[in-house]
C-alpha cells in the first residue's frame, strides 16, 4: 500500500513538472507584435470604429441614388352615402351604389438633381473621414507594437538580471562556506564572514526584486497579448538580438511623412473644408426629379389605373440666406482649428523625434563605455582576488569588487537591450514602426 502511494506521488509530481514546463513559453518579439495585432482590444476597437466609418460613408454616398417608395392600403368602408352633385343632369332614379371596401396603391420616385453641391462634398468629406479613422488606426497598431517592445524589453532585462544574480549568488554563497571554515580554524575574524554573509542577504533581496518584476511584466505582456495569465514567457537572447539597427533615422523628415498621426489630421483637414462647402450649399435652391403612380381601386364605384405622374420639383429656403452664414463661419473656424491642431503635432513630432534620436546616440555612446567598464571590472576583481588570496588585501575590497563586477554585468547586459529599445521607439516616432515588421515572416 505505502509502495502504492509513493507510485501515485511520484506520478503526480511527474504529472505537475510536466505542465509547469508546458507553461513556459519562448516568444520571438515578431511573434508577439503579430498576436498583439491580431489579438489586443486597442486594435479590435480601431479597426471596428474603421468598419463604422465605411458604412457610414456608403450610407452618405447613397444619398445620390433616387428614392423608390411603395405604399399600398386596403380599407373596409361601412355603407356610405354618396351624392353627386351634378347641375347639368337631373337626378337618375338608379340607385347609386354603396362601395364596401376600396383599395389604393402609389409609387413615388424622387431622384436629386442639384442640392448646392452638397451631395458631392458630404462624399468628400466622409471619404476623408474614413482616411482619417484608418491612419487612426494604424497609429494605435505602432502604439500597441511599441508597448509590445517595451514589455518585452523589460521582460528580458529582468529575466537577464535574475541570472546574473543567481550566477553571484552562487559563488557568494561558496564564499561563506569558505569564509566559515577559514573563520572555524581562525584564519580570518568572524566580521569577514558576517560581510560574505551580508553580501548573500543583499544578493537574495535583488532575486527577490527581480523576481518580483518578472511576474509583473509577464503578466502585463500575457493581458496585452490574450494569453493565459499563468504562462510564463522566456526571452531568447538570440531572437531579441538578431537586429540590425545601422538604418535608423537621423531626421525628422521621414517622421512628417510617415507619421500616421499626422495623416489623419491632414484627412481631418480636407473633411473640413468639405463641410465649409456643405455648409454654402444653403445658399442654392434644391432640384430634384419627380415621378409616380397610382392605382385606385373603389368597388362598385370607380377604378382608376395608369394614373402616372412625373415632373420637377424645387425647394429653396429663403430665411436660411440669412441664418446659414453662422453654418458657414463655424465650418471655416473648424478648418481654422484643425490647421492649428496640424502645426502644433508637427511642433511636437520634430521635438519628440530629436529626443529619440539623442536618446539612441547615447545608449550606444553608454553600451561602449559599459564594456570598457566591465573589462575594468573583471581585471580589477581578479587583481583584488589574487591579493585577497595571498593576505594582501582585506573582505571589505574583495565584497566592493564583486559588487562591480557584478553591476557591470548586469549595466553591459541591459544596455545592449536598451539600444534595440531605443531603436524601435525612434522607429515609433518616426513613423516606420509597424513596417519594421515583416508579416510573411511571423
Known amino acids: 500500500m505505502k509502495i502504492n502511494q509513493l507510485m501515485l506521488f511520484g506520478i503526480f509530481f511527474i504529472g505537475i513538472s510536466s505542465i509547469e514546463a508546458q507553461e513556459k513559453t519562448s516568444l520571438t518579439l515578431d511573434e508577439a507584435v503579430k498576436m498583439a495585432w491580431e489579438k489586443s482590444n486597442e486594435v479590435t476597437l480601431a479597426n471596428t470604429k474603421v468598419n463604422t466609418k465605411r458604412y457610414e460613408t456608403q450610407e452618405v454616398r447613397n444619398n445620390q441614388y433616387p428614392d423608390l417608395k411603395i ?41 436629386p438633381i442639384f442640392a448646392g453641391f452638397k451631395i458631392q462634398n458630404s462624399i468628400k468629406a466622409s471619404d476623408n473621414l474614413y482616411e482619417a479613422e484608418s491612419a487612426y488606426a494604424a497609429k494605435t ?139 454654402k450649399s444653403g445658399y442654392y435652391p434644391s432640384l430634384s426629379l419627380l415621378g409616380g403612380y397610382t392605382a385606385l381601386d373603389l368597388k362598385d364605384f370607380i377604378t382608376v389605373k395608369y394614373a402616372m405622374n412625373f415632373g420637377v420639383g424645387l425647394s429653396y429656403d429663403l430665411s436660411g440666406i440669412l441664418k446659414n452664414s453662422a453654418n458657414v463661419k463655424a465650418a471655416e473656424s473648424r478648418v481654422l482649428e484643425v490647421k492649428n491642431t496640424e502645426a502644433v503635432m508637427t511642433d511636437r513630432i520634430k521635438v519628440e523625434v530629436q529626443k529619440s534620436i539623442e536618446d539612441y546616440d547615447l545608449a550606444i555612446n553608454q553600451s561602449v563605455v559599459y564594456d570598457e567598464a566591465l573589462l575594468q571590472a573583471a581585471e580589477n576583481y581578479r587583481l583584488v582576488k589574487d591579493k585577497f588570496d595571498n593576505g594582501l588585501s582585506d573582505t571589505n575590497d574583495l565584497v566592493e569588487a564583486d559588487v562591480e563586477h557584478l553591476n557591470a554585468k548586469i549595466n553591459t547586459a541591459l544596455s545592449k537591450a536598451t539600444i534595440i529599445q531605443k531603436y524601435y521607439e525612434l522607429l515609433s516616432v518616426s513613423g516606420q514602426l509597424s513596417q519594421s515588421f515583416n508579416l510573411s515572416k511571423i
Open 71 to 111: 405604399s399600398g392600403q386596403y380599407q373596409r368602408l361601412t355603407k356610405a352615402s354618396i351624392d353627386l352633385h351634378n347641375n347639368g343632369d337631373t337626378a337618375s332614379s338608379d340607385p347609386m351604389p354603396s362601395p364596401d371596401q376600396a383599395m389604393l396603391g402609389m409609387a413615388n420616385l424622387s431622384l
Open 141 to 279: 497598431k505602432e502604439d500597441v507594437t511599441l508597448r509590445v517592445i517595451t514589455y518585452y524589453s523589460a521582460l528580458y532585462k529582468a529575466q537577464k538580471t535574475l541570472d546574473l544574480l543567481n550566477e553571484n549568488q552562487k559563488q557568494a554563497k561558496q564564499r561563506v562556506t569558505d569564509f566559515t571554515e577559514l573563520e572555524k580554524n581562525g584564519i580570518i575574524p568572524r566580521n569577514d564572514l558576517l560581510k560574505a554573509q551580508l553580501l548573500v542577504s543583499k544578493t537574495q533581496l535583488s532575486i527577490d526584486e527581480a523576481n518580483n518584476n518578472i511576474n509583473n511584466i509577464n503578466f502585463y505582456l500575457t493581458t496585452l497579448l490574450k494569453l493565459d495569465p499563468n504562462v510564463k514567457l522566456e526571452v531568447n537572447e538570440t531572437d531579441f538580438f538578431n537586429l540590425k539597427t545601422s538604418n535608423a533615422p537621423t531626421s525628422d523628415i521621414l517622421a512628417l511623412e510617415n507619421r500616421k498621426d499626422l495623416e489623419a489630421i491632414r484627412f481631418q483637414q480636407k473633411a473640413s473644408e468639405a463641410n465649409v462647402k456643405i455648409a
